[in-house]
C-alpha cells in the first residue's frame, strides 16, 4: 500500500468528483425509504435461494440464518458493544483510534485512512481510504451497530466505479473500484472534492482487482448486519455488481475457471511472483461470487448472471480443492509425478517437473494438515503459504469442511513459522538472495521477513479468529490475541513486523495503522459474540463438493 510522493494530487480531473457534482449522483436521495423489518434480516438470503432455483442446499440457509448478528443497528446503542468485552485497556485505546481515522466528506463519514501516523516523515498514500484497509474497519462499525459508515462508503465507491479511468492513455475496464480515494477539503470555498486511484498513482500502476471482490463481500456483510436488503436491492447496486461480475466471467482464451491477475493486484500490492492465479484472487472471487450469488435480483439480466456464476462456482470449486490443494499425500504424488504426457488421460495436468519442488516444504508440511498453495499454472506451482487466501478460503467454503480442518491443523502444527511472537505471517517462506533479486526485481522494501516478503501483519488477526470460530477451534483465537496483546499497543499499532519469528517493528512500518487496529477490534468482537461470524462467512454448498481421486501418474 504505497503510492507517489505527490498522492493522488497529479490524478487527472476525469478521476475526481466535486461537491457540486456529488449532487447529482447522490445515490442516498434514493434510499430514502423505510428500513425493512428485522425479519427481512432471516429471510434475505431463503428468499434469493429458493426463488432462484439453484440447487444450493438448504444449509446455507439455516448456517447464515444460525450465525446472524446479535447486535444490528436496530437495537443497538453505538458503542455499546465495547461494554460487553472483558475489561483490557486496549480495547478503548483501539476504539479511539479508529474514530480518529474517519475521514468526511459533506459532514457524513465515508471511510477511514490508512494511518495515522504523524511522525512519519512520508505521507504518501497513508492519508487515504482504500478499499481492503477499510474492511475491517467497516466490519468493526457493523458489529458495533453503527452501519451509517459502511452505507456511506458503499456508497460513494459506486458512484466513482462509474467513472472513466485511464492509466497511460489506456482505458481501464467501466467495473473497475478503486484501489484507493482521497477527500480533499477546500476551506476557502468550503467544497469537498474526491480523487480517486484506480492504479494510475500506484507504485507499479498495477489496477487492483481485489477492491471489487471486497466490496461486492461488504455489501453483503451490511445487509447481514442490519437486515435492510434495500440497499442491494437499488438499481445502482445491482448494477455495480453486474459491472464487477462481467469484467471478472468474461470469456477468452484462458482454460482454467481462476482469474488470470497482474503481480501487485491484491494485498501484496508490489511485485512478490504471484502473477498468473494467486490463491488470494481466487478465493475473493469465490466468495464475491457466492456473495453476490444471493444479492443479484432475478430479472432477465440478472438471471442470466446468476446462471453464469453458478457455472463457474462448479467449475472454480472442482479446480481449486483438486489443483491447488496440497497434503502430505498429495506431496508425495506430486514428488513421484511423470512429465511429458499427453491426453486427457494425464494426471500430471499441468506437466510440473518435480525437481521444481523445493526443498523446504518437505520439511514444512506435518503428516496431519494441509493447505491451498499459492498459485498453479503450466509447469509452475508455488509452494508458499499465504495467510489471506487459505482464510478466505475457510470462511467462503472454498475449502471443504475437512480441507479447512487441515488448514487449522497445519497452524497449529506449524505454530513457530506461522504465528510465532505475533499472528500471523502474510507468506510463507521468504524469498531470499538470488530468486529475492529475481522475483522482486531487488525490491528494497521485501527484503526477506519483511512486509509481503514473509512479514507479520497484525490485520490478519481477524481473518485467522473467524476462521477458527468457523472450524471450531477458538483456542487458537484466543492464543493469537493473546500475543497480540503483549505488543500492539506499547508499539503502537504498527502496519507489520520483520523478522522470522515477527520480534521487530518493520523497518518502515507506519504507527497507528488502522486496519491493525480495526483488525484487532473484530477479531475481540468475534471471539466475544460469534454470532457475528454470519456476515462474513458462508456455509459449504455440498453440490459443489468434488469426488478428488488422487493417483500418482507412475501408476498409470
Known amino acids: 500500500m504505497e503510492g ?19 449532487d447529482d449522483f447522490d445515490l442516498s436521495k434514493l434510499l430514502d425509504k423505510p428500513r425493512l423489518n428485522i425479519e427481512r434480516q432471516r429471510s434475505f438470503d431463503e428468499r434469493s435461494l429458493s426463488e432462484l432455483s439453484i440447487g444450493l442446499t438448504r444449509g446455507l440457509d439455516n448456517y447464515e440464518s444460525s450465525y446472524s448478528p446479535g447486535r444490528s443497528a436496530l437495537d443497538t446503542p453505538a458503542s455499546s458493544a465495547r ?44 492519508d487515504q481510504v482504500f478499499v481492503r484497509d477499510f474492511v475491517p474497519s467497516a466490519l468493526a462499525f457493523l458489529m458495533n451497530g453503527e452501519p451509517d459508515i459502511v452505507k456511506n462508503f458503499l456508497l460513494k465507491t459506486l458512484q466513482l466505479q462509474g467513472w472513466e479511468k485511464r492509466v497511460d492513455r489506456f482505458k481501464l475496464g467501466e467495473g473497475v473500484m478503486p484501489a484507493s480515494f482521497k477527500v480533499l477539503h477546500d476551506p476557502v470555498r468550503n467544497t469537498d472534492t474526491i480523487m480517486a486511484d484506480f492504479g494510475e498513482s500506484a507504485i507499479g500502476r498495477v489496477a487492483p482487482v481485489d477492491s471489487g471482490f471486497w466490496w461486492i463481500i461488504l455489501l453483503r456483510a451490511y445487509t447481514k448486519s442490519t437486515g435492510d436488503v434495500s440497499l442491494a436491492e437499488t438499481p445502482e447496486c445491482q448494477r455495480g455488481m453486474k459491472l464487477i461480475l462481467s469484467l471478472c466471467l468474461s470469456e477468452g482464451f484462458d482454460t482454467f475457471p481462476t482469474l488470470l491477475c497482474a503481480d501487485g493486484c491484491s494485498m501484496i500490492d508490489r511485485r512478490m511472483g504471484i502473477y498468473g492465479y ?47 490443494w496440497l497434503d502430505f499425500q498429495q506431496l508425495n504424488d506430486i514428488y513421484r509425478y511423470k512429465t511429458e504426457e499427453y491426453s486427457h488421460t494425464a494426471v500430471n495436468k499441468f506437466n510440473v517437473i518435480p525437481d521444481s519442488i523445493p526443498d523446504w516444504v518437505f520439511e514444512f508440511m506435518p503428516t496431519r494438515g494441509g493447505y491451498f498453495i499459492g498459485n498453479v499454472s503450466p509447469a509452475r506451482m508455488d509452494f508458499r503459504w499465504f495467510a489471506l487466501g487459505n482464510c478466505i478460503a475457510i470462511l467462503s467454503s472454498l475449502a471443504t469442511p475437512e480441507q479447512a480442518s487441515a488448514i487449522m491443523d497445519l497452524i497449529e502444527a506449524r505454530w513457530d513459522e506461522l504465528v510465532a511472537e505475533m499472528p500471523l505471517k502474510i507468506s510463507y517462506p521468504a524469498l531470499e538472495n538470488h530468486e529475492w533479486r529475481l522475483i522482486t526485481g531487488c525490491d528494497p522494501k521485501n527484503t526477506r521477513w519483511s512486509y509481503h516478503n514473509g512479514g507479520t501483519w497484525p490485520v490478519l488477526l481477524w481473518l485467522l479468529t473467524a476462521a477458527c470460530i468457523k472450524t471450531g477451534r477458538p483456542q487458537i483465537a484466543r492464543r493469537a490475541i493473546d500475543l497480540a496483546e503483549s505488543r500492539l499497543s506499547k508499539d503502537v499499532w504498527p502496519e507489520y513486523y520483520d523478522g522470522k519469528v515477527g520480534r521487530y517493528i518493520g523497518k518502515q512500518a507506519r504507527k497507528y495503522q488502522t486496519w491493525s487496529i480495526a483488525g484487532y477490534l473484530v477479531a475481540k ?26 493417483s500418482a501418474s507412475w501408476t498409470c
Open 278 to 324: 494467486p490463491i488470494e484472487i481466487q478465493a475473493l472471487f469465490f466468495m464475491a461470487l457466492r456473495s453476490a450469488l444471493v444479492m443479484l435480483k432475478p430479472d432477465n439480466e440478472g438471471g442470466e448472471f446468476i446462471e453464469r456464476i453458478v457455472k463457474r462456482l462448479h467449475a472454480l470449486s472442482y479446480h481449486m480443492r483438486s489443483y491447488f
Open 4 to 22: 507517489t510522493g505527490t498522492g493522488l494530487r497529479n490524478v487527472s480531473s476525469h478521476c475526481s468528483i466535486s461537491e457540486t457534482e456529488m
Open 525 to 550: 468482537m468475534l471471539l466475544e459474540d460469534p454470532s457475528h461470524l454470519g456476515m462474513i462467512a458462508l456455509e459449504e454448498d455440498k453440490q459443489m463438493k468434488p469426488v478428488i481421486k488422487r
Open 83 to 126: 461494554n460487553s468485552f472483558e475489561p483490557h485497556p486496549m480495547v478503548a485505546e483501539a476504539w479511539d483510534a479508529l474514530r480518529r481515522s474517519l475521514v468526511h466528506f459533506r459532514g457524513q463519514p465515508v471511510g477511514t485512512i490508512a494511518a495515522v501516523d504523524h511522525a512519519s516523515e512520508e505521507v504518501l498514500n497513508y
